[in-house]
DNA sequence: ATAAGGCTTATTGTATGCAAAGTTTTGATT
DNA sequence: AATCAAAACTTTGCATACAATAAGCCTTAT
């Protein structure tokens, strides 16, 4: 399944670095200079800075140059917001259509965590959090809802790597994980929900404290060049 | 506020006809066709395309003549699911923001709804039902979540005006909007998140039921041609 | 009659050139 | 030295030409 145009392989490539963080908020993207850097024509780069434009990642005011989207903190909070709730649907959902298998990878995502958390590991911390919530997008057997909230996911990524490697953070999501899956065992989707919505919210509000005093110019939202 | 560039005109008015019903689901859209209807080159016209196809109304298959996205009845069932929460978080926002003004302009638009009604008048009672929702999203104060919530009205606004017309529907609407808003009135945020993510998923399951039980030729969704 | 294969045609993907809008630099004037 | 204006330059928006791929059609063989 890979990508066979150009401009699809571009627009991957990006999006592949900014979620990463290689490419910061505020990053100029010229056309001219990625064609010229990846060998092709502007015509594939325009299309593929006009999709991540559409998705959210890119901001492409018209007649100006585009640059990685810088997202403001109060915005940052009501993607938090908007977040918490779409996951916690996935976990309501989750609760009543889980299989045994799935729930299985959950306790074991739940062990990973502690584990990378013990032999301190945020990167494996990071990806083995990704799964845990994977594993329920898929439990919730929605794949609109997944796309929807991957996509919100994506789109806070350059941010929260932020707060993620903190210890304090890293501790807490592991109990609201397990409040999390503590519900769902006993089928209590209500709960699950409201568990789920609670642990992104508090995410949210943790990383919007972390930027919001943090000075200006050490935030790499501020338009770097 | 116009759209200065061709590509940005001709995404709105493309947007336009496809949330009005004039360009049905299925419907091919040619980039050499359009270009020539609209007296314009073919790059304004893919990015129009590739725009329309990111937020979901166009499917852009690569290599493959864009058409009118088609919904499958589960995946609008997903869709109606998805908004009754989004639309639910405003209602519950809305509940402990919502100014005086704003409180008196819901009233307003449920006394609109009841003369269209009693008048027989469909699309004013489509278009005053959607600035009752409209109203409640600015109260949210949440520009993010509102931007969520019309997308997703937006994409599945081509299958909805089948039901909206509905006699039984309109009474029900009624009614549950005025659940709505006594939620709100005592101040009950969850009692009015409830009601209307209720709301939103009592329209999608009517809509679901009346595309399913069609024989699939009537369905408009059907690739026509 | 039907299916398989190749050829023709239609349509999308990409490159390049030109025009228009925006940005920066430079210079003149106060 | 500071400010404003204009010109030079940079960068995006659009048009057109060409290349590549997929779709449709016709032929042919079984």
Redesign the pocket.
């Known amino acids: 399944m890979a990508a066979?145009?150009?401009?699809?392989?571009l627009k991957q490539t990006l999006e592949t670095k900014i979620l990463s963080g290689e490419l910061l908020p505020g990053t100029?993207?010229?056309?001219?200079?990625l064609?010229h850097q990846f060998?092709?024509?502007?015509?594939?780069v325009?299309?593929a800075l006009r999709q991540l434009g559409s998705s959210g990642l890119v901001d492409?005011r018209?007649?100006?140059?585009?640059i990685v989207a810088i997202i403001t903190v109060q915005k940052l909070i009501q993607m938090f917001e908007v977040m918490a709730e779409l996951e916690g649907l996935c976990a309501r959902l989750a609760t009543r259509r889980i299989t045994s298998q799935q729930r299985s990878q959950l306790l074991r995502s739940q062990d990973d965590l502690k584990e990378s958390l013990k032999t301190d590991e945020p990167m494996r911390f990071y990806e083995v959090n990704r799964e845990f919530h994977e594993v329920i997008y898929e439990a919730a057997s929605s794949e609109f809802l997944a796309e929807q909230t991957r996509n919100l996911r994506n789109r806070v990524s350059p941010y929260r790597r932020h707060v993620t490697a903190q210890p304090g953070r890293m501790i807490a999501t592991i109990a609201e994980h397990q409040a999390v899956i503590d519900a769902m065992s006993i089928g209590d989707s209500d709960a699950a929900a409201t568990a789920m919505r609670r642990h992104v919210n508090l995410l949210g509000d943790s990383l919007a404290d972390l930027i919001a005093h943090l000075p200006s110019d050490m935030i790499e939202g501020t338009i770097g060049r």
């Open positions: 066979i145009t150009r401009a699809e392989d100029r993207l010229d056309e001219q200079g064609a060998n092709i024509s502007r015509t594939p325009r299309e492409m018209s007649r100006q140059t585009p």
